[in-house]
């Protein structure tokens, strides 16, 4: 009996004594029964698999890549890994810019979601079923010839299943609140092999919930259905500010965080870039508006003769039309390194924005580390609305505190060569954000506890900032469905509850 075999038929205690040998004989099982799904190096599939990420420190090589097209491929494989208790990680979109959020290298493997990319409408058009395969842009391609749209990724390069499992902040998310809010059922693999569908109103309600923002340790979702939006078409564009207002744009940010979210319709993602080759900050804006409305009043704070644009491309147009104005600039940055932070603050005193603005500005100055292209900060806004709107259906495990709204999560992004490590650029984060906090501490300002999962940094908790009770509940659901930890110990990319 070949090794391989060997392996699947041994105990799972004995499996996890060979484990570091393991990859390369369940990749050989893998493509003895699926040779078409099972990609090794040098070959397309491969290649696609192990370098389609944000980040270039995510290429890590793994022995092999096995792209399931149906739940049952997947639970076979699943069962697979599990018996020989081989290491393995599972990609969607490779948005999160950690090395092994979505990959592993040559001691596991690779499952590739890509082979999951089914798009139906529902025949009375309410809902949509997505395969973890897609990105954004897919969807929205898909949904514009029926004039519909979903609470989906602001950027069409964003990856489905990571988003939705960690929340999911939309365009529309002051209106419905996160994307993961939207979701009507999860389909998906857990760790025994069996193949479940999670209502808020079934058997597995108690997954539902877990899964709406309690990201991987629970199940490897197959397909999710979502609400969809009678929406064909709404105002979004960048609008670009150049240099030098940044004293305008600290007081843009703070007017429309406090006045402008209560118009529930409209959003805003305020970025400032700082650029170190010419050491200047340039500043531009998202703007968007759920309807044919191109000077709406809650957005005046970012539009002529508040803030004049440089440029703009503010209009009215589909979500799959948006999507491709940005697509290809950011297929540029592949193959550099990519690394995120997320500060959370209150929106209501405008000091406490441009201490965060003008910190990161001076100590981006002296400390990036050479190779850096661009220090961003973003500042989109959290507002009490939001907030109210994602309690439906069971309740949101994140449980956010609508008595500190708003909110601003200042999304702290790098992008460097990728000869850059990310610990250099993890220590500019350390040495930034320190400072913050000293200064905004001397200032008197507490800073909220919640961090956003889908933007945090490694050093960062996500789930330690969770009510104790919803991450109690949270453990507790991941005894029951994977009670021998397989998506927490053997899968350890991703954020887990442990």
């Known amino acids: 009996m070949k090794l391989a075999w060997l392996l699947v038929l041994l105990p799972t205690a004995l499996g996890r004594i060979v484990s570091r040998d393991s990859a390369s004989s369940t990749c050989k099982h893998l493509e003895a029964t699926y040779p078409d799904l099972t990609f090794f190096p040098l070959s397309p599939g491969y290649i696609k698999a192990n370098t389609d990420?944000?980040?270039?420190?995510?290429?890590?090589?793994?022995?092999?890549?096995?792209?399931?097209?149906?739940?049952?491929?997947?639970?076979?494989?699943?069962?697979?890994?599990?018996?020989?208790?081989?290491?393995?990680?599972?990609?969607?979109?490779?948005?999160?810019?950690?090395?092994?959020?979505?990959?592993?290298?040559?001691?596991?493997?690779?499952?590739?979601?890509?082979?999951?990319?089914?798009?139906?409408?529902?025949?009375?058009?309410?809902?949509?079923?997505?395969?973890?395969?897609?990105?954004?842009?897919?969807?929205?391609?898909?949904?514009?010839?029926?004039?519909?749209?979903?609470?989906?990724?602001?950027?069409?390069?964003?990856?489905?299943?990571?988003?939705?499992?960690?929340?999911?902040?939309?365009?529309?998310?002051?209106?419905?609140g996160w994307a993961s809010a939207n979701v009507v059922r999860f389909t998906g693999v857990l760790a025994d092999g069996r193949v479940v569908t999670a209502k808020p109103n079934n058997e597995h309600a108690d997954l539902f919930w877990a899964l709406r923002g309690g990201g991987n340790s629970f199940a490897l979702a197959t397909d999710f259905e979502l609400k969809t939006l009678r929406v064909p078409k709404v105002t979004v564009g960048m609008a670009n500010y150049g240099f030098g207002v940044g004293e305008q744009f600290i007081r843009s940010v703070h007017d429309f965080a406090t006045a402008g979210t209560k118009d529930p319709k409209a959003a805003v993602i305020p970025m400032a870039e700082y650029l170190p080759e010419t050491g200047t900050v340039s500043y531009s804006a998202i703007l968007f508006y759920n309807g044919n409305n191109a000077t709406p009043a809650a957005l005046q704070s970012f539009q002529k003769p508040t803030l004049t644009p440089l440029t703009?491309?503010?209009?009215?147009?589909?979500?799959?039309?948006?999507?491709?104005?940005?697509?290809?600039?950011?297929?540029?940055?592949?193959?550099?390194?990519q690394r995120f932070y997320v500060l959370n603050i209150h929106a209501s005193r405008k000091e406490t924005i441009a201490t965060v603005h003008d910190t990161f500005v001076e100590v981006a100055k002296t400390s990036l580390p050479i190779g850096v292209v661009v220090a961003a900060m973003a500042f989109p806004q959290v507002a009490e609305q939001y907030i109210h709107a994602s309690t439906v259906n069971g309740g949101d495990p994140q449980d956010l505190?609508?008595?500190?709204?708003?909110?601003?999560?200042?999304?702290?992004?790098?992008?460097?060569?990728?000869?850059?490590?990310?610990?250099?650029?993890?220590?500019?984060?350390?040495?930034?954000?320190?400072?913050?906090?000293?200064?905004?501490?001397?200032?008197?300002?507490?800073?909220?506890?919640?961090?956003?999962?889908?933007?945090?940094?490694?050093?960062?908790?996500?789930?330690g900032t969770f009510p104790p009770d919803n991450l109690a509940r949270l453990r507790k659901i991941r005894a029951r469905y994977d009670p021998d930890r397989v998506f927490t110990d053997l899968m350890p990319g991703g954020w887990k509850v442990s």
């Open 53 to 176: 990420f944000y980040t270039s420190s995510a290429w890590l090589g793994p022995a092999c890549v096995f792209q399931p097209t149906d739940s049952r491929h997947l639970a076979d494989a699943v069962l697979l890994l599990k018996n020989t208790s081989t290491p393995f990680a599972i990609r969607g979109g490779g948005h999160m810019p950690i090395a092994n959020a979505a990959n592993i290298n040559s001691s596991g493997v690779l499952l590739s979601s890509f082979g999951l990319s089914q798009l139906k409408v529902s025949d009375d058009h309410s809902t949509v079923h997505v395969g973890p395969g897609n990105r954004w842009a897919d969807v929205y391609k898909y949904l514009e010839p029926y004039g519909l749209s979903v609470v989906g990724g602001r950027l069409g390069v964003v990856g489905v299943p990571g988003y939705i499992l960690g929340g999911g902040v939309a365009f529309f998310s002051n209106e419905y």
């Open 312 to 337: 703009n491309t503010f209009r009215y147009r589909s979500m799959n039309q948006w999507s491709q104005e940005l697509d290809g600039a950011v297929g540029l940055l592949k193959g550099s390194r």
């Open 401 to 463: 505190d609508p008595d500190g709204a708003p909110y601003i999560w200042v999304e702290e992004s790098i992008t460097a060569l990728a000869a850059v490590r990310d610990e250099d650029i993890d220590a500019f984060y350390t040495k930034v954000n320190g400072e913050i906090r000293q200064k905004l501490l001397a200032d008197g300002v507490k800073l909220p506890e919640y961090t956003y999962l889908n933007d945090a940094n490694p050093a960062q908790d996500s789930f």
